[in-house]
C-alpha cells in the first residue's frame, strides 16, 4: 500500500477534539513500538537497548491504513512527517557524522551544527515561494518536531568508544534540541528606528488517543496534531516589516516543547532573558503565542504561577488533581512555576516569590481594532463571513484560590453566558489569592506567559510582553479519518498563521 501522504486526495478526518491549554486530560500511553516501520534509526554505534524518551517512542507509532482502518500504515506516522518535510536526510547525516566521532566534544560540536541547520532548514521551508522538498504543504510545523525527535532519539542511543556518561549525553541532547528550536541563533541591530521582536511558538501536544480504526496496535488520529503556535514562528523567523509607527521590526522566533521540565530548568529565561536586558540590542516586544480556544484569537491578561494540571508531551504532570480536588502548593511545590536561581529564584520554595500573578502590557484595545483578518478566507467550517477573519478578545477571565490554603476556587471575569465577552477591564487578582488558572489556563501556554512577562518585570522592562492564544487549528475534511494531512487542515492553518502573523506586527508598534 502507498504511503498516507501518497493519498492526500483520499479520503480525509473528523475534526478532532483538542483539550483547552489548562484543560488536557491524562493522555493514554503511547501504543506499543512496532520496530518494523520505526522511525527509530539503527547503526553500528547505536545501541538499540539503551532506553527512549516517552517522545522518542512515538517514532513507532503507526496509525491505520486512510484506504483500509482495518490494517496498520505500512509506515510509522514520524517518517510520513518527516519524508514529507523533505528531512529524510537529517537524521542519516546525524548519525553519520555520530559513528566517526569519538569523543563527546565532537558529538557536541555536532549537535549545535546540525541543531541549528535544520531550524534554518525548516525556517527556509516555511518561508519559500518555490517547489519544496517533501509533499506536505511548506506551512506544517510538524516535520521539524519529528525529525528533532528522530535525531534526538539517535543522540540518546550514541554509544561511543569508552561509554557516555548520562550527565554528559543530556548535555549533548539539550545542545541540540535548543538549537534546533531557533534559540541560538537570535541577534538584533541597535538604533532607535528598529523594533526588536522575539515571539516563542510551541511543539504540537496532545498526541496520545483519538480515533485508531479497528487497526491492531495502531495510534490514534491525534498523532497528527500540528501547532498554529509553531507555525507562525516558523513563518516569522528572521523577517522584518515596517511597522504603522515607521519602524522596522526586525523579528527572531523560537519554539518551546510541551514539557514542564525544560520550563523549570530555565530555558524561556536562558532564550529571553539575555534580550530583555536593558541596552542598545534589547527587546521592544517579547510575545509568546500558543493555540488555544475555538474560532477566537484571545489576548491573555493576567498569568498564574499554577502549573502542572495537565501532562506534557513527555508524560510529567507535577500537580495532578487529587480525587478531583486541586493539590495546593503548601502540600506540593511542585503546583507552583520556580524560576532557577541564575535568573533569581530563591533557592527555598517561597508562595511569594516569584508573585502569584504577572500583568500583560500588550496594546490589547489597538490590537483588537486592527483588523488583523481583513481580507483573510474563511476556511472550510469557519463561521465568519469572508474578509473579517477570527474575533479577536482581550481575555480578563481568571481563576484565584481565595485563601491559598484552601482548594476553593473562584473564577473572576469570566462571560456570564459562557460565550466569548470576558468582563471589561476586568477585576484583577487580589493581592493575597493564590494562581489557580491564567486567562490560558494552568498548562504551559499560560506559564509561557507568566514566564515572559515576570523577565519583563523583574529586569524593568517597559515594552509590550504578552500572550497570544490562537484559533484551534486541528481541522481535517469530514471524511479524513487517518489521512496525515488534506486541504482543509491547511487551509486552517494558513488562516491562523496569518492573523497571527498580523496581530504580532500591530503588537510590536509603539
Known amino acids: 500500500?502507498?504511503?498516507?501522504?501518497?493519498?492526500?486526495?483520499?479520503?480525509?478526518?473528523?475534526?478532532?477534539?483538542?483539550?483547552?491549554?489548562?484543560?488536557?486530560?491524562?493522555?493514554?500511553?503511547?501504543?506499543?513500538?512496532?520496530?518494523?516501520?520505526?522511525?527509530?534509526?539503527?547503526?553500528?554505534?547505536?545501541?538499540?537497548?539503551?532506553?527512549?524518551?516517552?517522545?522518542?517512542?512515538?517514532?513507532?507509532?503507526?496509525?491505520?491504513?486512510?484506504?483500509?482502518?482495518?490494517?496498520?500504515?505500512?509506515?510509522?506516522?514520524?517518517?510520513?512527517?518527516?519524508?514529507?518535510?523533505?528531512?529524510?536526510?537529517?537524521?542519516?547525516?546525524?548519525?553519520?557524522?555520530?559513528?566517526?566521532?569519538?569523543?563527546?566534544?565532537?558529538?557536541?560540536?555536532?549537535?549545535?551544527?546540525?541543531?541549528?541547520?535544520?531550524?534554518?532548514?525548516?525556517?527556509?521551508?516555511?518561508?519559500?515561494?518555490?517547489?519544496?522538498?517533501?509533499?506536505?504543504?511548506?506551512?506544517?510545523?510538524?516535520?521539524?518536531?519529528?525529525?528533532?525527535?528522530?535525531?534526538?532519539?539517535?543522540?540518546?542511543?550514541?554509544?561511543?568508544?569508552?561509554?557516555?556518561?548520562?550527565?554528559?549525553?543530556?548535555?549533548?541532547?539539550?545542545?541540540?534540541?535548543?538549537?534546533?528550536?531557533?534559540?541560538?541563533?537570535?541577534?538584533?541591530?541597535?538604533?532607535?528606528?528598529?523594533?526588536?521582536?522575539?515571539?516563542?511558538?510551541?511543539?504540537?501536544?496532545?498526541?496520545?488517543?483519538?480515533?485508531?480504526?479497528?487497526?491492531?496496535?495502531?495510534?490514534?488520529?491525534?498523532?497528527?496534531?500540528?501547532?498554529?503556535?509553531?507555525?507562525?514562528?516558523?513563518?516569522?523567523?528572521?523577517?522584518?516589516?515596517?511597522?504603522?509607527?515607521?519602524?522596522?521590526?526586525?523579528?527572531?522566533?523560537?519554539?518551546?516543547?510541551?514539557?514542564?521540565?525544560?520550563?523549570?530548568?530555565?530555558?524561556?529565561?536562558?532564550?529571553?532573558?539575555?534580550?530583555?536586558?536593558?541596552?542598545a540590542r534589547s527587546l521592544t516586544a517579547s510575545i509568546t503565542l500558543s493555540q488555544g480556544r475555538e474560532g477566537r484569537f484571545d489576548l491573555e491578561v493576567w498569568n498564574g504561577r499554577y502549573h502542572g494540571v495537565s501532562p506534557g508531551n513527555d508524560g510529567s504532570r507535577p500537580c495532578p488533581p487529587v480525587d478531583g480536588v486541586p493539590q495546593i502548593a503548601r502540600d506540593n511545590p511542585g503546583c507552583h512555576a520556580t524560576v532557577v536561581p541564575r535568573w533569581g529564584g530563591p533557592r527555598v520554595f517561597d508562595v511569594r516569590n516569584p508573585p502569584q500573578w504577572t500583568t500583560a502590557s500588550l496594546p490589547f484595545g489597538r490590537m483588537a481594532a486592527a483588523g488583523t483578518g481583513t481580507g483573510i478566507a474563511p476556511p472550510p467550517g469557519a463561521t465568519w463571513a469572508t474578509g473579517e477573519g477570527f474575533p479577536v478578545i482581550r481575555n480578563t477571565a481568571y481563576t484565584e484560590f481565595p485563601d491559598c490554603d484552601s482548594p476553593e476556587r473562584v473564577t473572576r471575569n469570566a462571560d456570564p453566558e459562557g460565550g466569548m465577552h470576558p468582563a471589561q477591564p476586568g477585576t484583577p487578582p487580589a493581592p493575597t489569592s493564590c494562581a489557580y488558572a491564567g486567562g490560558g489556563g494552568t498548562y504551559l501556554s499560560n506559564e509561557s506567559a507568566y514566564r515572559n512577562t515576570l523577565l519583563r518585570d523583574r529586569l524593568g522592562r517597559d515594552i509590550p510582553a504578552g500572550h497570544i492564544h490562537t484559533p484551534i487549528m486541528q481541522h481535517f475534511a469530514p471524511t479524513n479519518r487517518h489521512g496525515a494531512s488534506d486541504p482543509t487542515f491547511a487551509a486552517w492553518r494558513r488562516a491562523i498563521v496569518r492573523q497571527t502573523v498580523a496581530l504580532i506586527h500591530v503588537a510590536a508598534e509603539r
Open 1 to 279: 500500500m502507498a504511503s498516507p501522504l501518497s493519498r492526500l486526495s483520499t479520503a480525509l478526518t473528523v475534526v478532532l477534539a483538542v483539550a483547552l491549554p489548562g484543560h488536557a486530560h491524562a493522555a493514554p500511553a503511547p501504543p506499543a513500538p512496532d520496530t518494523g516501520a520505526s522511525a527509530v534509526l539503527r547503526a553500528p554505534c547505536l545501541d538499540a537497548s539503551l532506553p527512549l524518551s516517552v517522545e522518542e517512542r512515538r517514532l513507532a507509532a503507526r496509525m491505520p491504513d486512510p484506504a483500509d482502518p482495518s490494517r496498520l500504515a505500512d509506515t510509522a506516522f514520524a517518517q510520513d512527517m518527516i519524508a514529507g518535510g523533505g528531512f529524510e536526510h537529517v537524521a542519516p547525516r546525524v548519525v553519520d557524522l555520530l559513528c566517526r566521532t569519538r569523543d563527546t566534544r565532537g558529538a557536541t560540536a555536532i549537535a549545535a551544527r546540525e541543531g541549528r541547520r535544520l531550524w534554518t532548514a525548516a525556517v527556509a521551508r516555511a518561508q519559500s515561494t518555490g517547489t519544496v522538498r517533501g509533499p506536505l504543504p511548506r506551512t506544517d510545523d510538524r516535520p521539524l518536531y519529528w525529525t528533532r525527535l528522530q535525531v534526538t532519539a539517535a543522540l540518546r542511543q550514541w554509544r561511543p568508544a569508552g561509554g557516555l556518561a548520562d550527565a554528559r549525553r543530556e548535555a549533548i541532547i539539550e545542545t541540540f534540541e535548543r538549537a534546533s528550536r531557533g534559540m541560538s541563533d537570535i541577534s538584533y541591530p541597535a538604533g532607535y528606528g528598529t523594533a526588536r521582536v522575539l515571539v516563542s511558538g510551541f511543539d504540537p501536544y496532545t498526541l496520545d488517543g483519538g480515533d485508531s480504526g479497528t487497526a491492531p496496535r495502531a495510534a490514534g488520529n491525534n498523532i497528527r496534531h500540528g501547532n498554529p503556535s509553531g507555525a507562525t514562528a516558523l513563518a516569522i523567523d528572521g523577517t522584518t516589516h515596517i511597522g504603522r509607527d515607521g519602524r522596522r521590526q526586525v523579528i527572531h522566533a523560537y519554539l518551546l516543547p510541551v514539557n514542564y521540565t525544560e520550563f523549570t530548568a530555565g530555558w524561556i529565561e536562558d532564550t529571553v532573558g539575555p534580550h530583555m536586558r536593558a541596552g
